[in-house]
């Protein structure tokens, strides 16, 4: 009798023939790995690291809820969100991924959000950070007005995206409050921000080696052959493939092509907006146990990428032409 094959068959035998393919040349996989940690520590690290360890303080001494009264009323009227979701929103616009969805899921196992608010939140404040955008990305691009239109394009697209989300019924009402714990909290959040540092740094390194591995079995030639018959470069179609499992990779891939604005800040935004597998796979780490699922995740950033871009092309026409 045949035994039916299960998810575990399936993920043993993938994992057995990533090993395979690697210890085929290892030397491709470790190089392309230490060239994404290198990019890591220069572009990521400085740009996240801090601001992960002010915002664990902030949370710790119980600043969530002064920092949300400004933005509860509009944010409960417009999107139908907890009172809480304005400290989260405001920590995410100044930080980036993935601190909103580790916010979230900290709220959440407080028991001061409920697994329905917990997507809307999400939504919210699922964005990338100022410091990345304005100082790295367009560091890459080489120009300073690129990081400016992708940043405010991006920013844009969350609040208008997050409007074809928002729940049916109006939040709970609470009045929840983060008790203020001031015991050892520089070792308490150092500790925390390392680790979630860490896990950042090793999804990057994971993603580059699945990389390296698409292109070992000629999958990215492909992709970038079958683009080509469209007028598309391979340059420019394995930038946005490398792009869509993690964007630092794919920006920095795009920003050797040579590519005019109006092609170059839409693609860029794009790939930012969307953060590609790695940032799901960060952000889904803390966000799993809220019942939001990876299908609702994707279907979120992919249309706020598509928002975000078409901003992006109205704002390069009305400030770069």
Not at 15 to 32: E, K
Not at 260 to 266: S, T
Request: proline share 3%; glycine share 6%.
């Amino acid at each position: 009798m045949v035994k039916k094959i299960s998810k575990k068959h399936i993920i043993t035998a993938f994992l057995i023939f990533t090993i395979v393919i690697a210890l085929a040349s290892p030397s491709d996989y470790i190089t392309g790995t230490l060239s994404a940690l290198i990019l890591y520590a220069k572009n990521v690290l400085p740009a996240l690291f801090p601001f992960i360890f002010f915002n664990k303080l902030l949370t710790m001494i119980g600043s969530a809820n002064d920092l949300s009264i400004m933005l509860k009323k509009p944010l409960s009227k417009i999107y139908r969100a907890p009172e809480i979701s304005g400290y989260v929103m405001i920590m995410s616009i100044f930080c980036g991924y993935p601190i909103g969805s580790k916010l979230t899921r900290d709220l959440y196992d407080a028991k001061a959000i409920t697994k329905e608010e917990c997507f809307i939140i999400s939504v919210l404040s699922n964005v990338c950070g100022p410091i990345f955008i304005i100082g790295t990305v367009s560091q890459m691009l080489g120009n300073n007005k690129y990081g400016y239109i992708i940043y405010f394009a991006h920013l844009l697209s969350a609040f208008i995206n997050s409007f074809f989300y928002r729940p049916k019924q109006n939040p709970q009402t609470n009045n929840f409050s983060i008790n203020n714990n001031y015991d050892d909290i520089l070792g308490k959040s150092m500790i925390d921000s390392i680790i979630s540092i860490a896990l950042v740094g090793g999804y990057i390194a994971i993603m580059s080696f699945f990389i390296t591995l698409l292109d070992k079995i000629y999958l990215t030639k492909l992709i970038t052959t079958l683009f080509g018959f469209i007028g598309i470069s391979d340059n420019v179609s394995r930038g946005v493939f490398y792009g869509l499992f993690e964007m630092t990779r794919g920006i920095s891939a795009i920003s050797s092509c040579n590519l005019q604005a109006i092609f170059c800040i839409p693609i860029s935004t794009f790939l930012v907006t969307f953060g590609g597998v790695c940032i799901a796979l960060q952000s889904l780490n803390y966000t799993n146990k809220c019942g939001i699922s990876a299908g609702k995740y994707l279907l979120s950033k992919l249309s706020q990428a598509v928002i975000a871009t078409l901003i992006s092309i109205i704002f390069v026409l009305l400030f770069l032409s």
